[in-house]
T-cell receptor, first 110, second 111 residues
Framework: RKEVEQDPGPFNVPEGATVAFNCTYS??????FFWYRQDCRKEPKLLMS???SGNEDGRFTAQLNRASQYISLLIRDSKLSDSATYLC???????????FGPGTRLSVLP | SQTIHQWPATLVQPVGSPLSLECTVE??????LYWYRQAAGRGLQLLFY??????ISSEVPQNLSASRPQDRQFILSSKKLLLSDSGFYLC??????????FGPGTRLTVL
């Protein structure tokens, strides 16, 4: 089993749609969780950290379920500019080994 | 504010040639530094990370090596490139919250 797995995608959604991405991780000792977005041929950029209580930043909501070893990202009211690949990232307590998921590509269509 | 630089931005090298990619960070001290590779259409693969000068941990055995001669400088090297070394090489650093920030990357093509 891969350490971090994500929805295979791609997701093609119309503008204004709500879309949810799922991510599972295998290392139960993992302590820190993040979502990054990566535009085509660019470096990944931090979208948001994921906290145990869940957190929201504008149209983006992240949830963590430690018991199920599952992370989610919800995007509401999708914009064309949300089109990118979304990467789930997990790290153990030491924070020295960041494991990236393969990513889920999102295309928001006009 | 912190910034991270990588160069060159693109590189085309013949098989068997040497490689040296450089990464420098500004605006922070004693950062954890990382080298990743992303093959075309694939996810990020952690190659090396460093928690301090001269301290290098290798995640994947291969013909690449890394060095950290100064606190904010991280270098990725190879003595002889292989075709399979082609990819997008990304340097990153972490802040106190374990959040990673990436440089603009070097796109390497080995012919």
């Amino acid at each position: 089993r891969k350490e971090v797995e994500q929805d295979p995608g791609p997701f093609n959604v119309p503008e204004g749609a709500t879309v949810a991405f799922n991510c599972t991780y295998s290392n139960s000792a993992s302590q820190s969780f993040f979502w990054y977005r990566q535009d085509c041929r660019k470096e990944p950029k931090l979208l948001m950290s994921v906290y145990s209580s869940g957190n929201e930043d504008g149209r983006f909501t992240a949830q963590l379920n430690r018991a199920s070893q599952y992370i989610s990202l919800l995007i509401r009211d999708s914009k064309l500019s949300d089109s990118a690949t979304y990467l789930c990232v997990v790290t153990p307590n030491s924070g020295q080994n960041f494991v990236f998921g393969p990513g889920t590509r999102l295309s928001v269509l006009p | 504010s912190q910034t991270i630089h990588q160069w060159p931005a693109t590189l085309v090298q013949p098989v068997g040639s040497p490689l040296s990619l450089e990464c420098t960070v500004e605006g922070t001290s004693n950062p954890n530094l990382y080298w990743y590779r992303q093959a075309a259409g694939r996810g990020l693969q952690l190659l090396f990370y460093s928690v301090g000068i001269g301290q290098i941990s290798s995640e994947v055995p291969q013909n690449l090596s890394a060095s950290r001669p100064q606190d904010r400088q991280f270098i990725l090297s190879s003595k002889k490139l292989l075709l399979s070394d082609s990819g997008f090489y990304l340097c990153a650093w972490t802040d106190g919250n374990n959040e990673q920030f990436f440089g603009p990357g070097t796109r390497l093509t080995v012919l």
